[in-house]
């Protein structure tokens, strides 16, 4: 089955200081997925990305796809308290399934 | 639209007793999709249907954990009996092909 790899597992960040998380696969992707999970909530979606290079933002949000659709990235400017959360990248599997990642804690210390 | 939606939002029961947890799909999407999350293991798929039909319980624990999908918008999962490992937060997510997943508030349990 698909397998991917996040790092990093957890990351403390000052607010108002930069925060990135990785998304790496043996495989090449079709797509790929991120989710945003707040503290005692559920996993929402945030962005799609399919094309090889493709750069989405989302205010300060950037995701990018790597060239060879293997990896991924998720980078935050200039964190702010309403980004804790874990957030995990979701790849797609078997028929309509995503395996989804091991997520990255984010605390940002006010 | 409602969103996804699940019952109970929390469960206490003790070891051995059967937990049934409930998921209503979003009207329109055709695929459910129950997890697990834990903190040792993180989001786990369980289970997955597609038109009703389960394709993938390979994430299926053991022969306790059953899933049934009686019509197109409502599903279950069953424990039975249930032990302390199983405690864990249940999510059911909905999605039309291979779109979105849309995540229910998940159903809390706690095994005794």
């Known amino acids: 089955g698909q397998q991917v790899m996040q790092i990093p597992q957890y990351q403390h960040v000052q607010e108002g200081e930069d925060f990135t998380t990785y998304c790496n696969s043996s495989?090449?992707?079709?797509?790929i997925q991120w989710y945003k999970q707040r503290p005692g909530g559920h996993p929402v979606f945030l962005i799609q990305?399919?094309?090889?290079?493709e750069v989405k933002k989302q205010k300060r949000l950037t995701f990018q796809f790597g060239e060879a659709k293997k990896n991924s990235s998720l980078h935050i400017t200039a964190t702010q308290t309403t980004d804790v959360g874990t957030y995990f990248c979701?790849?797609?599997?078997?028929?309509?399934?995503?395996?989804f990642g091991t997520g990255t804690s984010l605390t940002v210390i006010p | 639209d409602a969103g996804v939606i699940q019952s109970p939002r929390h469960e206490v029961t003790e070891m051995g007793q059967e937990v049934t947890l409930r998921c209503k799909l979003i009207?329109?999407?055709?695929?459910l999709f129950w997890y697990r999350q834990t903190m040792m293991r993180g989001l786990e798929l369980l289970i997955y249907?597609?038109?009703?039909?389960?394709?993938?319980d390979s994430g299926m624990p053991e022969d306790r954990f059953s899933a049934k999908m009686p019509n197109a918008s409502f599903s279950t999962l069953k424990i039975q009996p249930s032990e302390p490992r199983d405690s864990a937060v249940y999510f059911c997510?909905?999605?039309?092909?291979?779109?979105?997943?849309?995540f229910g508030p998940g159903t809390r349990l706690t095994v005794l």
């Open positions: 009207s329109g999407h055709n695929s």
């Open positions: 990305l399919v094309k090889s290079g």
């Open positions: 997510a909905s999605s039309f092909g291979e779109a979105t997943q849309y």
């Open positions: 249907f597609n038109n009703n039909v389960p394709i993938d």
């Open positions: 495989t090449t992707l079709s797509n």
């Open positions: 979701a790849v797609p599997n078997t028929g309509n399934q995503f395996y």
